[in-house]
């Protein structure tokens, strides 16, 4: 029978390096006691010098063996998900073994250094950056941080055991499905093995079966059972049992294809729409515990309306691809890379880390394709040949894809995988799929990004034009059969290299800033589903933020199907999906114009002929400014002549209905309708009282394997709810009860919003948070901790 002893909990660390800390017998009482997850060294926000991570530090953990761990030949084993970058582990002072990289899991043999009772584990770590570790080798645009950063334990299994389970299916859609799990042993064994198949506590299928060898290929056929989708995820468990072992492994039905006119999941076409996701974090970087990995796929699920995630670019956590699968979001996950493609010792780390996301992942549904090549990296035959083979030696049952930046390069693997930056404001926004690959089965893996950093915080313009190219490329690859998705970089802000970024180490590339709280182009992605409502404005309607006060186009980024315009309370318009701009996207944005409706004949006595003239006239000049074609300004002419005005009253009528200059501050509605339904609401104008929301992720936190943590969200917003963009009020959060605040305390919001998260610090109950906020008073938050 198999144990599992988590090992997360009392490290302890030094951030300095000694050859004497790795006997069991040194004394560690100065070092600091640390839990894994663990950051070797917490990082400020921004402006920082990113060597101060890149040293080599200590962990040590003494643990305990009950006598009956070792007995009857029992073996012991160490395991590590992820520590970066080069780990060297010693027990009781003895070498146990070393690996190289800092994204895929390792686990060394320790039978022979342990003994019952206590135990030392000792871990060298080098977080340098090793030119033959990738994606190392030259400069890299993102971080790789430093510490043990996933989880660590011990496992004691008996004699023989079960070292892996790969469960797969046919790929036939047929009511009758097949299923098949390819069974690895730590020895060739001969005996039987039994098989369950369960749907929770509901057994589909059992049987036993005589098996003899070392790599052992089971099969057997069931019906009636639920297929994986994106709406749909279905799991079953497959239970296999060999003596007193056992492994369970989760697995979906589903066929996931790319083909030349697009992709296919389960036999019918689905157009990917998805963002690119880093795994870091404020401050510590990856180190973050199950439950926070798991909210950035719910995030993207949920919040951004993402069917699509490509984890750039390296292998993500267990915890995020789990609930990638359970709620049904499809994953491209691929090898650590950055353009930079090595030689020798480097090109075996590669291998070795192909080697070791694939075993990890293959059972998981959500996952849909394998990267084996190197992110914008050039062709390279010899090796791709090489990654290739082994992808599918590994994993018959899916593509593989590689990543470049260029077209007509050498293909090797199955999808044509390209990251498309042509778009940059005018009329190219995708290339034709035949253009960069030819009729192989193509995948936009890139685009936007670095082409228009955006940050929460700049002008309305530079917000709204960062969501319009994320809507153009949408709609590009939604008209287009021939390409199966486009993925946008990326999801979140993150910290990067001196050599990139905006000179304060954050690439502002994202749809959502660092703590994840979205910007206006997290609405072109949101509002393309039908599971929730979303309707944001680009405008808070204040000329005085435009320049020559001219408000220009608003945009209202929505899955409604049409928008009704209040002005002061008066209905003035309907206005409806922008299909004329964007005809493919499944919900284009909508565009209100008229804020004048009949006003300019009931208020102004303009008759209709002179109305709808200067009407048209002032909603050309209120989107575009004065620089615009001469007729609209003799439609203006006409309409003065026709009104009979003096010129001194025909201006103020102008300037009364353009920007509404010189009149007090209006108020403006928006009503979205779905269904013929009011299902939102969205009011601007001027802002007369300011508050701030305070809203947690998770109000139960439940300490396990590890510490839990949960993430708060910090919103200024005015007295109808809306978010202050130019707000920056300083922030102070008291903790109190069995909780900490990862990074500081005190803080300031960055474009009205900010978020920080607490972790649990060893106990249970109730942990409280007060959060202070200049000018806007203090508020309440409370969390429940459970062990």
Not at 513 to 527: E, G, N, Q, T, W
Not at 757 to 780: F, Q
Request: charged letters at 25%; one cysteine or more.
């Amino acid at each position: 029978m198999r144990k599992i002893i988590p090992l997360n909990f009392g490290w302890k660390y030094s951030p300095e390096f000694d050859e004497k800390m790795l006997s069991p017998d040194y004394d560690d009482s100065a070092f600091e006691i640390v839990d894994i997850p663990h950051a070797n060294k917490e990082i400020p926000y921004n402006y920082f010098d990113e060597k101060i991570y890149q040293f080599v530090s200590c962990y040590r953990k003494v643990f305990t063996l009950e006598k009956g761990d070792l007995d009857g030949g029992k073996r012991v084993f160490i395991r590590f998900e992820g520590a970066a970058n080069y780990a060297e582990v010693f027990v009781g002072g003895k070498p146990a073994g070393s690996h190289k990289g800092g994204y895929t899991p390792f686990c060394f043999d320790v039978t022979e250094l342990v003994v019952p009772g206590e135990n030392t584990v000792s871990v060298k770590l080098d977080s340098t950056e090793r030119p033959e570790i990738p994606p190392f080798g030259n400069v890299v645009d993102y971080l790789c941080y430093g510490g043990i950063y996933r989880e660590v334990s011990i496992e004691i299994f008996d004699p023989v055991y079960i070292s892996d389970v790969f469960v797969y299916t046919a790929k036939d859609l047929e009511p009758v499905k097949q299923v098949f799990a390819e069974v690895t042993f730590s020895e060739a064994v001969s005996g039987q093995v039994s098989i369950s198949m369960e749907d929770g506590d509901r057994v589909v299928y059992s049987r036993d079966a005589d098996i003899s060898g070392t790599v052992v290929r089971l099969g057997f056929t069931v019906s009636g059972v639920k297929l994986w989708d994106i709406d749909s995820p279905q799991l079953y468990a497959l239970r296999i049992s060999f003596g007193g072992d056992e492994v369970v492994r989760r697995f979906g039905f589903r066929e996931a294809v790319f083909e030349k006119d697009g992709f296919k999941l389960n036999g019918r076409r689905l157009k990917l729409r998805g963002l690119n996701r880093h795994q870091s974090y404020p401050y510590v970087g990856p180190a973050m515990p199950a439950s926070v990995q798991r909210a950035d796929a719910e995030l993207l699920k949920n919040r951004l309306g993402c069917n699509f995630v490509r984890t750039a670019h390296y292998p993500d956590s267990i915890h995020f691809l789990d609930r990638c699968d359970e709620i049904g979001l499809l994953v491209f996950t691929e090898m650590p890379s950055w353009q930079f493609l090595g030689e020798g010792e480097w090109r075996e780390n590669c291998l070795d880390n192909i080697r070791s996301m694939i075993v990890r992942d293959r059972s998981h549904p959500s996952v849909i394709l394998w990267g084996v090549r190197v992110n914008e990296g050039q062709d390279c035959d010899e090796f791709y040949t090489q990654t290739n083979a082994l992808a599918r030696k590994l994993d018959p049952t899916r593509q593989t894809g590689g990543v470049r930046n260029f077209p007509r390069s050498h293909l090797l693997e199955d999808v044509y995988t390209f990251n498309d930056f042509s778009h940059s404001g005018g009329k190219v926004v995708l290339l034709p799929p035949t253009a960069v690959c030819g009729n192989a089965p193509y995948l936009v893996t890139e685009n936007n990004g670095h082409m228009f950093p955006t940050k929460s915080f700049d002008n309305e313009e530079l917000r709204t034009e960062h969501a319009l190219r994320h809507a153009r490329v949408q709609n590009a690859s939604y008209g287009d059969d021939r390409i199966s998705g486009a993925t946008g970089w990326c999801m979140a802000d993150y910290n990067t290299h001196k050599d990139f970024g905006s000179g304060d180490r954050i690439c502002y590339h994202g749809v959502t800033d660092m703590f994840r709280i979205p910007k206006l182009a997290a609405a072109v992605y949101a509002s393309q589903q039908d599971d929730f409502t979303v309707m944001e404005t680009s405008s808070t309607m204040d000329i005085g933020d435009h320049p020559a006060g001219v408000l220009g186009p608003v945009y209202i980024f929505t899955n409604c199907d049409f928008v009704k315009v209040y002005r002061n309370g008066e209905y003035k318009s309907t206005a409806y999906p922008d299909r004329k701009r964007f005809p493919n996207l499944p919900h284009p944005p909508i565009c209100p114009e008229d804020y004048i409706g009949e006003a300019l004949i009931k208020d102004e006595g303009l008759n209709k002929s002179a109305a709808t003239a200067l009407k048209s006239a002032l909603i050309v000049v209120s989107k575009n400014g004065f620089g615009v074609p001469p007729q609209h300004y003799l439609k203006a002419a006409y309409a003065f002549v026709a009104s009979k005005m003096s010129m001194h009253e025909f201006i103020g009528v102008c300037e009364k209905y353009f920007a509404s200059w010189g009149q007090s501050q209006l108020e403006y509605r928006f009503e979205g309708y779905k269904n013929g339904e009011l299902v939102a609401t969205v009011t601007r104008s001027a802002v007369t009282s300011v508050d701030f929301t305070a809203k947690a992720d998770s109000e139960i936190l439940c300490v396990g394997d590890t510490y839990d943590a949960t993430r708060i969200e910090l919103t200024a917003v005015d007295q109808y709810g809306n978010r202050l963009p130019y707000s920056n009020a300083a922030v102070k959060v008291k903790a109190t009860g069995p909780v900490s605040v990862i990074g500081p305390d005190v803080f300031s919001l960055i474009g009205g919003a900010r978020a920080f998260w607490v972790r649990t610090t060893g106990g249970a109950g109730k942990a409280r948070l007060k959060i202070d906020v200049e000018g806007m008073g203090s508020k309440t938050v409370d969390i429940q901790v459970k062990k």
